[in-house]
């Protein structure tokens, strides 16, 4: 049973620790405040900072604007009442905003999320400006909806810059598909790797790769080319200054006949990524083939020269058969339609004690052993008869 002194000092007790939870609450809270910032005490701060931007707006959860600042006004040529219901992306005075903007808006404001849009400066002394737009939702307490606050920037300077730097990529893409061959760059990594930055579109015109997939260039070298490709790349790669490439070799494009190319390259610039190198690559085909022709011709020219012979021959290894000149005619006395037949059937022409001996010449030669056919042999006449020939070549 309790007593009348201990109840009294039961209510005490009560009060006290009641006492003591009320300070602590006032000290928690006192905790828990925000201090005021260092903007505080400036007068209008809102009004101030609104001429940080080259306007302030706000418009209500549909995207209507509801209200904007007197810069926007200025730039609408309107008051505040002729503003308020206007779509967010058609302001007063401007253009109609295009597809993918309208798409972007009206994704923003379904879902209550910030987003920012361009679109044409609606003011007649800023033609040609451009007008960036930064949407913030401003949450409220229910039941009120959601609102926005946007902040418009002039970003006129940004957009000429990202104009002139287009204009100047079509330029050069234009210029590129004039030169009579792939413009290539690439960058020399600091790690001595090498990474592919540009390939005009010729490069699937002339090598029949896409200049996205320039890298398999190298799979279409010919087999006898690769190690001295290779090379060449290392020595730029591995040179302690920046130095030149040049390269010729042959390529194997899928369904083209053997193909020439030529790499030439230079140093353009360097960055803080590496040194960026610019090259042609030039489709040399013809000009070899040119080459071939020519040096053939004054191969046999000059073989005709050293051996003072009566006549000259031409065999071709993969048709096997046999063009000459005309004085072999009346050597053999066959006619031009019979005499092919002499160099493409051996053993039937050639005397049978001098062809083992004869086709062991030609074979050598032709599996490279030496770099002269040379034989006296024995060949039948179109009369059974046989005459002492001196017959000698080269593979060109």
Not at 15 to 24: H, K, N, P, V, Y
Not at 35 to 48: E, R, Y
Not at 197 to 216: C, N, Q, R, W
Request: aromatic residues 8%; contains cysteine; proline residues 7%.
């Amino acid at each position: 049973m309790t007593t009348k002194t201990s109840a009294v000092a039961w209510r005490r007790a009560l009060r006290g620790r009641d006492a003591e939870i009320t300070r602590l609450r006032a000290r928690l809270a006192a905790t828990e405040a925000v201090a005021p910032g260092p903007l505080a005490g400036i007068p209008n701060v809102l009004g101030q900072m609104q001429t940080l931007f080259a306007g302030v707006l706000m418009t209500d959860a549909r995207g209507s604007l509801t209200w904007a600042n007197a810069n926007v006004l200025a730039r609408c040529g309107c008051t505040l009442a002729e503003l308020q219901g206007w779509p967010l992306g058609s302001l007063p005075g401007g253009q109609p905003i295009d597809g993918p903007t309208e798409l972007l808006i009206a994704t923003g404001l379904a879902g209550s999320l910030s987003f920012q849009f361009d679109l044409p400066d609606p003011c007649p002394s800023h033609a040609g400006g451009w007008l960036r737009i930064r949407m913030q939702p401003i949450y409220q307490p229910a039941p009120a909806t959601c609102l926005y606050v946007g902040l418009v920037e002039d970003v006129s300077a940004e957009k000429r810059a990202q104009l002139a730097l287009s204009t100047s990529e079509r330029r050069y893409r234009e210029l590129a598909e004039q030169v009579p061959g792939v413009l290539y760059r690439w960058r020399r990594n600091p790690d001595g790797t090498s990474t592919p930055l540009y390939a005009s579109p010729k490069m699937h015109e002339v090598f029949g790769i896409t200049p996205a997939d320039v890298d398999s260039l190298y799979r279409l070298l010919h087999p006898d080319d690769r190690a001295r490709y290779l090379k060449s790349v290392a020595a730029v790669r591995t040179a302690d200054r920046p130095v030149q490439w040049h390269f010729e070799g042959r390529l194997l494009v899928p369904g083209q006949p053997l193909r020439w190319w030529r790499g030439n390259a230079t140093l353009t610039h360097r960055d803080e990524q590496g040194l960026v190198y610019s090259a042609i690559i030039q489709d040399i085909t013809a000009a070899k083939q040119a080459e071939e022709t020519t040096r053939r011709s004054q191969l046999r020219q000059q073989l005709a020269l050293d051996g003072l012979s009566d006549s000259t021959w031409e065999f071709d290894c993969q048709t096997k058969t046999m063009s000459s000149s005309s004085e072999l005619h009346p050597l053999l006395a066959y006619s031009a339609a019979e005499l092919p037949a002499v160099g493409a059937t051996p053993s039937t022409f050639t005397h049978p004690d001098d062809l083992a001996a004869m086709l062991r010449r030609w074979q050598r030669c032709l599996t490279g052993q030496t770099p002269l056919f040379s034989s006296e042999h024995r060949l039948r006449c179109h009369d059974g008869s046989y005459r002492w020939v001196l017959s000698r070549g080269i593979i060109t």
